[in-house]
């Protein structure tokens, strides 16, 4: 039987780990600066993601958990969550939070290694058809590139001390 003093030195450090975690969130979130490139990519991918994770919310509702063992194992919810992650990435890191940059190459990353696994394995289960596996690619790769470019001209704006065109 648990003591009334571990449950409590349970719970604060629960209400630690929990003011660290906002903490973080908090300074993620903080909008600094909009980047309109970044947010332009992440709300294209937010409508892209959200008719593919409609279509996923399908295949997991309508699934035989007994005959399908990607219905059982929430395969498609799953699927569906990382489709609106990472286009919430993007939006995330147009917002110039904490770890702006860190977040944008791992959405990136992300969505190219999503896109190059479903052209490697078009016949498998949560794949995209091939013409799309080419965008979310590319949309991933730009994401890096347009990341890139928005830390090389904050870099410009802080040496130069004026803002730059």
């Known amino acids: 039987m648990e003591t009334m003093g571990s449950m409590v030195?349970?719970?604060?450090?629960?209400?630690?780990?929990?003011?660290?975690?906002?903490?973080?969130?908090?300074?993620t979130l903080r909008v600094r600066s909009i980047s309109p490139a970044l947010l332009g990519?992440?709300?294209a991918a937010l409508v892209a993601?959200?008719?593919?994770?409609?279509?996923?919310?399908?295949?997991?509702?309508?699934g035989n958990p007994a005959l399908d063992p990607h219905a059982e194992f929430h395969h498609y919810?799953?699927?569906?969550?990382m489709a609106l992650v990472l286009a919430a990435g993007a939006c995330a890191a147009a917002t110039?939070?904490?770890?702006?940059?860190?977040?944008g190459w791992a959405t990136g990353i992300g969505a190219a290694l999503y896109g190059t696994a479903s052209l490697a394995y078009a016949d498998h289960a949560g794949t995209i058809d091939a013409?799309?596996?080419?965008?979310?690619l590319a949309w991933g790769c730009a994401l890096i590139v347009v990341v890139e470019l928005q830390m090389r001209r904050a870099a410009e704006v802080d040496r130069a001390g004026v803002d730059v065109p």
């Open 9 to 27: 030195e349970v719970s604060r450090g629960r209400i630690l780990a929990f003011r660290i975690v906002a903490g973080l969130l908090a300074d």
């Open 41 to 43: 990519l992440g709300l």
């Open 49 to 62: 993601a959200g008719v593919f994770a409609l279509h996923q919310a399908e295949l997991q509702r309508n």
């Open 77 to 81: 919810s799953g699927m569906a969550v």
């Open 96 to 103: 110039g939070g904490g770890g702006w940059r860190a977040i």
């Open 131 to 136: 013409p799309w596996a080419v965008v979310t």
